[in-house]
């Protein structure tokens, strides 16, 4: 709070929006959570009782999104509990897992012993069973109780153990090691071997009980497995003599539960807050996948959260921040539960049939987990109770929008509603189908800025949604950049937008669109308001999109090249790494003999022609994967815009994922898939997809088998061989698109109204003679001049030279923040880092703290926002989107007319999106000098020429 006051020099009213100042030395309670912005959040109804909020948050460091499920404990249509693997000792995907328990919505559970036994460490207890133990250093756990409210809790074995000789205690469920001094029970859910299990014993007994009887007693373990009808004792030091007086024959009562009394338990690695206080000590270093349980502080409301991590689009939380998450959303209590590769949720989104993993896992697929927690909801009636209106919300005058309708049960299901009949407010025509064209009754547009009311009834059941008519028609940009690289079976979606001279964007709908195609190449299948294009033969051609005389020209190819690289025969190029250090193993060069070398790469009769490496390694025993790297001395560049990425291999048999890292052009790397398990020894043909989104030029920086098994050791050796790359064929170039007519800012119309004035901007000191330079921009009155930072005392200094020394300097930098000139307020950022974020992070809540002081105030009529560069230039993509929102909503909310300004660029230039007019003042050296128009009209401000 004190940071934001200091920001913005307004501490009056900053006080009076976010409360009083602490005082004196804070408890750890009362310290303050660490800065963040919220970018987006959005809550979406799963069913009676159950909510999704999506969310995204801008920290210090970077990005973070995340799910969050919140469920009401007590609801009558709602339940939980814990789901599991079909064995404590078996791992299972979470969304196969919660398929087949019938879940509608989950997260991964415990943690667990990867690699080995696979089962988790803390206690789980499942619909009011106990299914196993915690491992002696894992006490923690949290569920909830048959009141149905949930707590943290260590949940702890009672149990006993009725023989002929006697009662005694049991000590241990399904643990690979039973505890010394005690009786250890392994029921049919424990699927692996017991060898473990009288580890350090100085005596051991096994008895086998099968429908209550015993059939075998043993002094050592056996390899047999868990009868489906009975269990496994064993006892150690004083508890062996017991079981081993036991006769086949000999009655064996075993009776346990969990204390306390739970529905379901589940165990975790710490606590994040308890009694609504964020655990003190927690780290606040490491930033990972996490997922996190958490209840309120009646323990009614269920909160489970996770929060992707180990990409660009989120790097992941701290414990600490992931703490803070859970408290903020309204957890009095959390536990943090599995994270990394294991964070996992799925849910069933609204009028969907299916789960869907929402987060993208760090290892590039599901893990194989034991356990998770699972919500279940009573099943729908499929009878409609909520109507829904689907479709684009803006329109084009003269253009149209076609809309549709979703009907949801009362658990937020699919159901079935009647064809809807529609009804319009407003001006325009509503067509039975619901398509609505923003045309007049005599044929003439509806006026841009009108918005319409568009309704559907069914079933007794309405629904309605509006629609905004924008300006007209400016220009149409296809959504793919470069042309269309056709997929061979499903085709490829694109969306042709349309812009207005503001630049509010909405796709147009594909019935207003005429395309011109080569018909014997391609064809179209409408998908909502996208295209898809489907190649009918090998070729390549022109696209024509046309619409209200505006045109668009999109180059594609449906055929492929394919390329294959010698990339193996250099030794030098490839070396040895491994995970973890224990992990050994080399590379070396072969000859590699082809077939018959006039065969394709790919083709499954002819193997490799070229030279290859070979990749020994030897994995011994760990604790969790292990990998052993073919690894590139330099990322190896892969020519053209690659879509698929394959190499021969001669496999060992030995059952190890294969996988491949890709980087592209931005230093981003992706993680591929090139075969689930090397279960063959000859040569074998493998390739992966390109994921989407990368930035060619895309170059291979490893091939590495990995082994997830730690029970596994083995040693192995790969020979890998013409790398080879699938290329879409080089598409014809379009003509140049239609330079747009020059921006208003730029050139007005008409010169500036009176009570105008004027501004000046520099970014850089001119080389030589700077006070002549001042003269010039000085001719035209500058109220005062805005400089990029470190220019405030030379520019003062030749404006005093220039006999203008009252001239007022700004800097776009700290202490100064903001300042009104008349009725327009200017808010200077700095930019320096290539954004807000790198540069000062408080900069993004001052921002929106003064965007919505500007919005509220009495004298303020326009905003200018300035800094170095506009956020359409930002290092951070999606920080200059959040900016570009921003400002956006202000102008909506307020009325307010609003414009960002920067300093630099190369020349003068102006782009308009979503109504702002982002501005670069092209100004290296030369003062460029702006005009503030209070007359009324759409150009407020303009650039002096």
């Not at 909801?377 to 929008?401: C, D, K, M, N, T």
Request: aromatic content about 8%; hydrophobic content about 45%.
């Amino acid at each position: 709070m004190r940071k934001r006051i200091a920001w913005l020099l307004i501490p009056a009213v900053a006080t009076a929006l976010t409360g009083p100042v602490a005082a004196a030395s804070p408890t750890y309670s009362e310290v303050s959570p660490k800065p963040y912005v919220r970018a987006a959040e959005a809550e979406t109804p799963l069913a009676q009782g159950l909510t999704l909020t999506s969310f995204e948050r801008l920290y210090p460091h970077g990005w973070a999104k995340g799910w969050l499920l919140t469920a009401q404990l007590s609801h009558p249509a709602l339940s939980t509990d814990l789901i599991t693997a079909p064995g404590v000792t078996e791992g299972e995907p979470l969304s196969a897992m919660a398929a087949r328990a019938g879940a509608i919505a989950a997260v991964n559970g415990d943690f667990f012993d990867i690699g080995q036994t696979g089962i988790a460490l803390g206690t789980s207890v499942k619909s009011g069973q106990f299914l196993q133990s915690a491992i002696p250093d894992w006490p923690l756990g949290a569920g909830v109780g048959r009141d149905r409210i949930g707590r943290l809790m260590s949940v702890v074995l009672e149990g006993s153990i009725t023989l002929p000789s006697g009662t005694y205690p049991l000590g241990a469920v399904n643990l690979p090691t039973v505890p010394s001094g005690t009786i250890g029970l392994f029921t049919p859910l424990w699927t692996r071997d017991r060898s473990a299990a009288t580890v350090g014993a100085s005596e051991a007994v096994e008895v086998v009980v099968r429908q209550g009887k015993v059939v075998s007693v043993s002094p050592t373990v056996t390899d047999g497995p868990v009868p489906d009808d009975g269990f496994v004792l064993v006892g150690r030091e004083a508890y062996a003599a017991p079981l081993a007086a036991l006769q086949v024959g000999d009655l064996v009562t075993l009776e346990y539960h969990a204390n306390p009394d739970v529905l379901w338990a589940v165990g975790g690695q710490r606590y994040l807050v308890a009694e609504g206080v964020v655990t003190p000590g927690l780290d606040d270093v490491t930033r990972r996948p996490r997922t996190a349980l958490g209840f309120s502080a009646d323990g009614s409301t269920l909160f489970l959260a996770t929060v992707e991590g180990g990409s660009t689009a989120s790097s992941g939380l701290t414990l600490r921040e992931m703490a803070e998450l859970m408290k903020g959303f309204g957890a009095a209590s959390a536990m943090e539960l599995d994270g990394g590769g294991s964070s996992a949720m799925v849910a069933r989104l609204p009028g969907t049939e299916g789960l869907t993993l929402l987060n993208r896992p760090s290892d590039g697929q599901e893990r194989r987990i034991p356990n998770g927690v699972g919500i279940f909801a009573q099943a729908g009636s499929g009878i409609p109770h909520y109507l829904s209106v689907q479709g684009e919300r803006r329109v084009f005058p003269g253009l149209s929008r076609t809309l549709s309708v979703s009907a949801l049960d009362e658990q937020y299901g699919p159901a079935q509603a009647a064809p809807p009949l529609w009804s319009l407010a407003g001006p325009g025509v509503l067509a039975p189908d619901g398509r609505y064209a923003a045309v007049q009754a005599d044929g003439t547009p509806v006026a841009a800025g009108t918005e319409v009311v568009v309704a559907a009834e069914s079933g007794g059941l309405t629904a309605a949604t509006r629609l905004k008519v924008l300006g007209p028609l400016a220009r149409i940009v296809p959504s793919v950049e470069g042309g269309l690289r056709l997929h061979p079976e499903e085709g490829t979606v694109f969306t042709v937008m349309g812009y207005d001279a503001d630049g509010f964007a909405a796709p147009i709908d594909p019935a207003d669109l005429t395309v011109s195609f080569d018909p014997a190449l391609i064809r179209f299948e409408r998908e909502g308001d996208s295209l898809r294009a489907i190649p009918l033969a090998e070729g390549t051609g022109l696209i024509v999109v046309s619409v209200q005389g505006h045109e668009a020209v999109i180059p594609f190819a449906a055929a492929y090249r394919t390329t294959v690289l010698d990339a193996f025969a250099n030794p030098a190029a490839w070396q040895f790494e491994r995970y973890p250090a224990e992990v050994m193993g080399g590379v070396a060069p072969v000859e590699q003999a082809g077939t018959d070398p006039t065969q394709g790469a790919g083709d499954a009769a002819a193997g490799p022609t070229g030279a290859a490496m070979v990749l020994s390694y030897i994995f011994g025993p760990a604790s969790g994967n292990r990998a052993a790297y073919l690894q590139a001395s330099e990322p190896l560049a892969l020519p053209g815009q690659p879509v698929r990425v394959g190499m021969w291999v001669k496999g060992d048999g030995q059952g190890a994922w294969l996988r491949a890292v890709l980087q592209d052009a931005s230093g981003a790397r992706y993680t591929v898939n090139l075969a689930p398990a090397v279960d063959w020894t000859d040569w074998r043909y493998v390739e992966a997809e390109v994921p989407a989104g990368v930035q060619y030029p895309v170059s291979l920086h490893r091939v590495y088998p990995v082994e997830t098994d730690g029970t596994r050791i083995y040693a192995g050796s790969l020979q890998f061989a013409d790398l080879t790359v699938r290329d879409a064929v080089e598409m014809p170039a379009a003509p140049p698109p239609v330079a747009p007519p020059r921006d208003l800012i730029l050139a007005p119309a008409a010169p500036a109204g009176e009570g105008s004035w004027s501004f000046a901007v520099l970014d850089a000191m001119p080389p030589v003679e700077p006070a002549l330079v001042f003269r010039m921009a000085l001719a035209a009155n500058p109220v005062f001049f805005l400089v990029d930072t470190g220019l405030r005392e030379p520019v003062q200094q030749a404006l005093a030279e220039a006999g203008a020394a009252d001239v007022p300097v700004y800097e776009m930098a700290p202490p100064e923040r903001f300042f009104d000139v008349g009725n327009v307020r200017f808010i200077l950022l700095g930019t320096g880092q290539g954004g807000l974020r790198a540069t000062d992070f408080n900069q993004l809540e001052g921002l929106r703290t003064l965007l919505y002081l500007a919005g509220n105030s009495e004298t303020v009529q326009q905003v200018i926002v300035v800094g170095g560069e506009t956020p359409l230039d930002f290092a951070d993509r999606r920080e200059g989107e959040l900016i570009q929102r921003w400002l956006t909503e202000f102008e909506d909310a307020s009325g307010k007319a609003a414009a960002y300004l920067a300093s630099g660029g190369f020349f003068p230039k102006v782009t308009r999106v979503e109504g702002i007019p982002y501005i670069e003042a092209g100004s290296p050296m030369v003062p460029r000098v702006f005009t503030v128009d209070p007359t009324p009209g759409s150009v407020w401000i303009r650039m002096e020429q």
